[in-house]
């Protein structure tokens, strides 16, 4: 039996008014036409833990379209729907995004027929989701605003810290949720239930995983990646032996060692580092992980990685470069440091913000973190104080020759050569003919 109780009180303490006055309007919205709205999944799970989620995710019982477009009339904003599951993504006027979706019989689309999409109840909607902390489902429509349904005991298990699922088959609908349940159970420090474990091993037997190359995987993997501590995951994905399936190519024995564990410690500490240092610019801490994990893999193991995942040809191109450029760079690094600025400058000015991180992920020494850590923080940026102008006032011509002299100046600052303006004209005129 269903288990609702009001958690007014809750969404007062958790949620910004705005929030709050969006959910309301949800809910009118779709009582005027004669819908139920919900609000579910992740939203619920971290307003029952006091936490944001800036996700929203909505089930209506009715149609999910027509509900999407009446609230963007309501609203604001952009609307794109999807009619075959009659989902639809909102836009409101200030960035912030909804996603709807009809509350339905069928959630997969399996390889054999489409689904057939019937409008349902709730509860099987919530049934057919991957765990039960996230199967809670918060009423919107005015007369109920705020009143939790739990229909599986699900805050219990939340309670209880506890990642289940919901039915046996799960894992074999959506072998993707594998990968969630590890990504749930060390972001939020629970414990993946003793039954539902029994069926990952289950599905590791059967080669679930395995067998199937479907994008979510990857999709999944990549959130993993941007957990901000992935490593008690990781190392959860090559207990529950989901390694053999994802990287293959580190059988026999998985090379999950003492060499693996250390660059993939110094992966994490390379991405916080640098998230610290530059809050504003941004990364992919995914791309990171995966060559961390793929340090002793050849090219050609990473392009089957990426062909199995449907990962683009040139994201798996430029994965590959890196990794090879990094690795020699490494290797030349580790033999000796550069002295000069500009032939540091000049080694890694080739490589992203990944492919850098990634070379200090592998660093076998202290010294080629530092000096990756000076090139990140200064020597990248620095640049000559002259500008075209003051070239075309000595003298000299616009054209090619201006990037090598820029270039050349570049190097004289970073080798302490030139400091002034006047050093960096007085640079230019002796080595550069007018
Ligand atoms: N879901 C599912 N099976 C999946 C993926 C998602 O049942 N393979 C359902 C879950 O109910 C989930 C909801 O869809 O709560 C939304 O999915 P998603 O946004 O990926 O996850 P969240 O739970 O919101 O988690 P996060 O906090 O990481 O965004």
Redesign the pocket.
């Known amino acids: 039996r269903e288990k609702s109780k009001n958690v007014l009180q809750l969404i007062s303490e958790t949620l910004d008014r705005d929030l709050i006055i969006l959910l309301r309007t949800i809910g009118e919205v779709a009582e005027d036409i004669g819908f139920k709205a919900y609000a ?4 619920v ?2 307003l029952l833990q006091k936490q944001k ?1 800036l ?1 929203l ?1 909505i089930v209506v019982e009715g149609d999910g379209i027509i509900f999407a477009k009446q609230l963007v009339k309501t609203l604001g904003g952009r609307v794109r729907t999807h009619d075959r599951f009659k989902t639809a993504n909102i836009t409101l006027a200030n960035g912030f995004k909804i996603d709807v979706a009809t509350a339905r019989l069928e ?1 997969y689309e399996y390889p054999a027929a489409l689904p057939t999409v019937e409008l349902s109840s709730i509860k099987l909607d919530l049934y ?4 039960t902390i ?2 809670m489902a918060l009423q919107l429509n005015p007369a109920l605003f705020g009143t939790l349904i739990d229909f599986f005991s699900c805050q219990n298990d939340l309670k209880d810290k506890l990642i289940k699922v919901l039915h046996n088959l799960s894992f074999v609908e ?1 072998p ?2 594998i990968l ?1 349940a590890v ?1 749930f159970e060390k972001r939020m420090d629970f414990k993946i239930a003793r039954h539902t474990e029994r069926l990952i091993h289950g599905a590791v037997k059967m080669d679930l995983f395995g067998k199937t190359n479907n994008p ?1 995987i990857f999709t ?1 993997l990549k ?1 993993i990646f941007e957990e901000e501590n992935p490593i008690l995951a990781i190392r959860r994905l090559a207990d529950l032996e989901l390694f053999q399936f994802l990287w293959p190519d580190l059988l026999p024995n998985l090379k999950i060692d003492r060499r693996f564990l250390h660059i993939i410690r110094q992966a994490q500490q390379a991405i916080s580092w640098f998230h610290l240092l530059y809050l504003d610019e941004p990364i992919e801490p995914w791309r990171v992980y995966l060559l961390a994990i793929m340090a002793r893999s050849r090219p050609r193991q990473i392009e089957t990685f990426c062909e199995r995942f449907q990962i683009h040809d040139h994201i798996c191109r430029e994965l590959i470069i890196q990794k090879l450029t990094a690795d020699e760079i490494g290797n030349k690094l580790y033999g000796r440091i550069p002295e000069k600025n500009s032939e540091i400058n000049q080694m890694l000015k080739n490589l992203t913000n990944e492919g850098l991180l990634y070379l200090m992920a592998i660093a076998r020494k202290k010294e080629i973190k530092k000096t990756v850590s000076l090139y990140v923080t200064s020597l990248r940026n620095v640049q000559s104080l002259l500008n075209g102008d003051d070239l075309k006032k000595l003298g000299y011509i616009p054209g090619e020759q201006f990037k090598k002299m820029f270039s050349d100046i570049t190097d004289a600052r970073l080798d302490g050569l030139v400091k002034s303006r006047e050093d960096e004209k007085q640079f230019i005129l002796k080595h550069f003919p007018r």
Do not use: K, P
């Not at 579910?40 to 939203?43: A, Q, S």
């Not at 057919?128 to 765990?131: L, N, S």
């Open positions: 579910v999944g992740g939203f799970r971290d989620n996700d995710d959630y057919r989701r991957d765990f996230n199967a959506d993707s949720r969630r990504r979510r999944e959130q």
